[in-house]
């Protein structure tokens, strides 16, 4: 189980080694070649711009191995006890704890997020695996006593084969998050990460079989939106767990819908988060600062709309700006960066343009939004930009009512809670919200009312695997981690036992 990790380099000279020489698809045990070799597509290191490699996408007869695969390892694994399924999945966590830093500078090339961001990603991977194999041996059903020496009991079964298909701020860590409860209930998954970031997925796929899970249990499948349509419409796939967008997430709805399939739906969001005047200032700062440039601001479940008390307004601004200025720009694989390359050129051009449609529509920029260009040569065609933070907001401009899903925070004023309130949640979206003030009373009753699913008091984007998180209204279905996700991930069965005579009407 043991990995030799490479020696600690200075900071100066980090290393940018990655193994992408062998296939990404992984299915029945080992990495497979694509058979498109026409459309394959570059996938670039954000940090440089550099090519990492070439994507080829999974077609239809891939995919079905894929899942055929799946459905091989799901009789014995469904068979097992949980005590025997929670073993190979605390060994995986085993493993993956050995391999740290590894797992994690391979997610930073691929991703651009800060190296100490993705030591925390591949720690919740970790996390959730170890959560849910400590629950595999609890599932249980239920014994309802009926008259006459009559019962009935439930059992509560997995469904078969799942689909997973990820995003690309989180690749391994949401890879881990669909894959650990779908194992613990017994099913078996194909996960199709998203064709930005495809190299994280499949050395998951290596850890669980060298925990000792069976081929094909755990199995990847690379491509775009082609690809996830064969997997949706697969007709051995009994469920699909999607982390995206809106508009992708409708789609696959729309798709599962054909075969009455379960979803899982994690989207985006446009969360707000409330600061009151009774507020420790000091926590609002780090916690709206938490909420916003995480990832490069590459999150769901930012609170990007951040509602200041006019009394305090002019002081939390002047210290968000300073503090946002003073965020170290740069190679993601330094120790001393804090925030590192957006996932894609298009992606940075798209985020410079909401800013500039900010600008456009009367928001004042108090601090970046700009392209940024590193001082090391080799960084110059990364995808980096300065966090920017946006005063004289309004709810009618469209850096408030879209999720730009980057570095910027957009600052409105309020004067009282029940104003707050209706603005906070005009909103088609609920993923998120939070709320700072020192009225405990009154951080309960905001959150009461606040249309949303993940709620924050005092603190802001803390994922614990032990806490279900999902979102209201078009920011999803379903919940990903915390014990409900055994529902989602397992179904019902209801048995009745007669111990008398049949009473029948004929």
Same mark, same amino acid.
């Given at each position: 189980?043991?990995?030799?990790?490479?020696?600690?380099?200075?900071?100066?000279?980090?290393?940018?080694?990655?193994?992408?020489?062998?296939?990404?698809? $992984?299915?029945?045990?080992?990495?497979?070649?694509?058979?498109?070799?026409?459309?394959? *597509?570059?996938?670039?290191?954000?940090? %440089?711009?550099?090519?990492?490699?070439?994507?080829?996408?999974?077609?239809?007869?891939?995919?079905?191995? =894929?899942?055929?695969?799946?459905?091989?390892?799901?009789?014995?694994?469904?068979?097992?006890? #949980?005590?025997?399924?929670?073993?190979?999945?605390?060994?995986?966590?085993?493993?993956?704890?050995?391999?740290?830093?590894?797992? =994690?500078?391979?997610?930073?090339?691929?991703?651009?997020?800060?190296?100490? *961001? =993705?030591?925390?990603?591949?720690?919740?991977?970790?996390?959730?695996?170890?959560?849910?194999? +400590?629950?595999?041996?609890?599932?249980?059903?239920?014994?309802?006593?009926?008259?006459?020496?009559? $019962?009935?009991?439930?059992?509560?079964?997995?469904?078969?084969?799942?689909?997973?298909?990820?995003?690309?701020? &989180?690749?391994?860590?949401?890879?881990?998050?669909?894959?650990?409860?779908?194992?613990?209930?017994?099913?078996?998954?194909?996960?199709?990460?998203?064709?930005? !970031?495809?190299?994280?997925?499949?050395?998951?796929?290596?850890?669980?079989?060298?925990?000792?899970?069976?081929?094909?249990?755990?199995?990847?499948?690379?491509?775009?939106?082609?690809?996830?349509?064969?997997?949706?419409?697969?007709?051995?796939?009994?469920?699909?767990?999607? !982390?995206?967008?809106?508009? %992708?997430?409708?789609?696959?709805?729309?798709?599962?819908?054909?075969?009455?399939?379960?979803?899982?739906?994690?989207?985006?969001?446009?969360?707000?988060?409330?600061?009151?005047?009774?507020?420790?200032?000091?926590?609002?700062?780090? #916690?709206?600062?938490?909420?916003?440039?995480?990832?490069?601001?590459?999150?769901?479940?930012?609170?990007?709309?951040?509602?200041?008390?006019?009394?305090?307004?002019? *002081?939390?601004?002047?210290?968000?700006?300073?503090? !946002?200025?003073?965020?170290?720009?740069?190679?993601?694989?330094?120790?001393?960066?804090?925030?590192?390359?957006?996932?894609?050129?298009?992606?940075?051009?798209?985020?410079? &343009?909401?800013?500039?449609?900010?600008?456009?529509?009367?928001?004042?920029?108090?601090?970046?939004?700009?392209?940024?260009?590193?001082?090391?040569?080799?960084?110059?065609?990364?995808?980096?930009? %300065?966090?920017?933070?946006?005063?004289?907001?309004?709810?009618?401009?469209?850096?408030?009512?879209?999720?730009?899903? #980057?570095?910027?925070?957009?600052?409105?004023?309020?004067?009282?809670?029940?104003?707050?309130?209706?603005?906070?949640?005009?909103?088609?979206?609920?993923?998120?919200?939070?709320? $700072?003030?020192?009225?405990?009373?009154?951080?309960?009753?905001?959150?009461?009312?606040?249309? =949303? +699913?993940?709620?924050?008091?005092?603190?802001?984007?803390?994922?614990?695997?032990?806490?279900?998180?999902?979102?209201?209204?078009?920011?999803?279905?379903?919940?990903?981690?915390?014990?409900?996700?055994?529902?989602? &991930?397992?179904?019902?069965?209801?048995?009745?036992?007669?111990?008398?005579?049949?009473?029948?009407?004929?």
């Amino acid at each position: 189980r043991a990995q030799t990790l490479p020696l600690a380099v200075p900071p100066e000279t980090p290393m940018r080694k990655v193994d992408i020489s062998v296939p990404l698809n $992984f299915w029945a045990g080992q990495r497979r070649t694509s058979r498109d070799k026409c459309n394959k *597509e570059n996938v670039y290191e954000p940090a %440089t711009g550099r090519v990492l490699c070439h994507l080829g996408p999974c077609g239809a007869a891939e995919v079905d191995q =894929a899942v055929k695969a799946a459905k091989l390892a799901f009789e014995p694994w469904s068979k097992l006890s #949980g005590m025997e399924r929670a073993r190979v999945m605390i060994e995986a966590a085993h493993i993956i704890e050995s391999r740290r830093e590894e797992i =994690a500078e391979t997610e930073v090339v691929n991703n651009g997020k800060s190296i100490t *961001e =993705a030591r925390l990603d591949v720690d919740s991977a970790r996390l959730c695996i170890e959560y849910y194999a +400590g629950l595999a041996s609890t599932l249980a059903g239920q014994h309802v006593q009926l008259p006459g020496g009559s $019962f009935a009991y439930t059992r509560r079964e997995p469904l078969g084969v799942c689909a997973g298909i990820g995003a690309w701020n &989180y690749p391994f860590q949401i890879a881990a998050w669909k894959s650990a409860p779908a194992l613990a209930c017994g099913n078996s998954m194909v996960f199709k990460p998203s064709p930005v !970031t495809p190299v994280t997925a499949v050395l998951l796929a290596e850890i669980y079989m060298q925990a000792g899970a069976p081929e094909g249990l755990f199995n990847v499948v690379q491509g775009g939106q082609e690809t996830g349509s064969f997997l949706c419409h697969h007709p051995d796939v009994a469920k699909v767990s999607f !982390t995206g967008s809106i508009p %992708t997430g409708q789609k696959i709805m729309e798709m599962a819908s054909k075969g009455v399939k379960p979803v899982t739906l994690e989207l985006g969001g446009k969360s707000p988060l409330i600061i009151f005047q009774d507020s420790d200032l000091e926590n609002a700062v780090r #916690g709206a600062l938490m909420a916003n440039f995480l990832s490069q601001g590459q999150v769901c479940s930012n609170g990007t709309r951040v509602f200041v008390q006019r009394e305090i307004l002019s *002081e939390f601004v002047e210290e968000v700006v300073r503090r !946002t200025q003073a965020i170290a720009i740069g190679d993601p694989l330094l120790e001393s960066t804090r925030m590192g390359a957006l996932v894609s050129r298009p992606h940075l051009e798209k985020v410079l &343009y909401f800013v500039e449609k900010a600008k456009e529509e009367g928001a004042t920029v108090l601090c970046g939004g700009e392209r940024f260009v590193p001082a090391d040569p080799t960084l110059r065609g990364g995808y980096y930009m %300065t966090p920017c933070v946006l005063g004289d907001c309004t709810d009618e401009m469209t850096c408030v009512k879209e999720e730009i899903f #980057g570095p910027v925070m957009s600052v409105l004023s309020f004067e009282t809670e029940e104003e707050v309130l209706q603005r906070a949640n005009d909103t088609t979206m609920g993923l998120a919200a939070g709320v $700072f003030t020192r009225d405990v009373a009154r951080a309960h009753r905001v959150v009461e009312q606040l249309k =949303a +699913g993940s709620c924050f008091i005092n603190n802001y984007n803390i994922t614990p695997v032990e806490v279900p998180f999902g979102g209201f209204k078009m920011s999803g279905i379903g919940r990903e981690n915390g014990q409900v996700t055994v529902e989602y &991930y397992s179904q019902l069965k209801t048995v009745f036992v007669e111990m008398g005579d049949v009473d029948s009407l004929f």
